[in-house]
Nanobody
Framework: QVQLVESGGGLVQAGDSLRLSCAAS????????MGWFRQAPGKEREFVAG????????YNGDSVKGRFTISRDNAETTVYLQMNRLKPEDTAVYYC???????????????????WGQGTQVTVSS
């Protein structure tokens, strides 16, 4: 497993933007596909975005397509989630997660991931 730390959450108004960061503590994220999930109170954890270990393929959940973008830095230490045109329904705790090295399966499901961050709260007011 790898220790992940999210940052960048906060309280914003509808239409604003935020960028979340996910950093690996003490090691790189090379060779690992990464994902962002979110969980609102009373709801199941929802896939938001994923990126392959090469960085060449990205995926988005239906509810955020066209608004959110996942990326990773060249040093392979940080993964980002750029969130634009935020809506009140985007309010949730956002988690980043990492799969095992060289994993090439689907990134859409929580069961694919073996490492999770502690989460960062995003609140969007109307």
């Amino acid at each position: 497993q790898v220790q992940l730390v999210e940052s960048g959450g906060g309280l914003v108004q509808a239409g604003d933007s935020l960028r979340l960061s996910c950093a690996a503590s003490g090691r790189t994220l090379s060779s690992r596909g990464m994902g962002w999930f979110r969980q609102a109170p009373g709801k199941e954890r929802e896939f938001v975005a994923g990126i392959s270990w090469t960085g060449g393929i990205t995926y988005n959940g239906d509810s955020v397509k066209g608004r959110f973008t996942i990326s990773r830095d060249n040093a392979e230490t940080t993964v980002y989630l750029q969130m634009n045109r935020l809506k009140p329904e985007d309010t949730a705790v956002y988690y980043c997660a990492a799969v095992l090295p060289w994993y090439s399966g689907s990134l859409y499901y929580t069961s694919a991931y073996d490492s999770w961050g502690q989460g960062t709260q995003v609140t969007v007011s109307s």
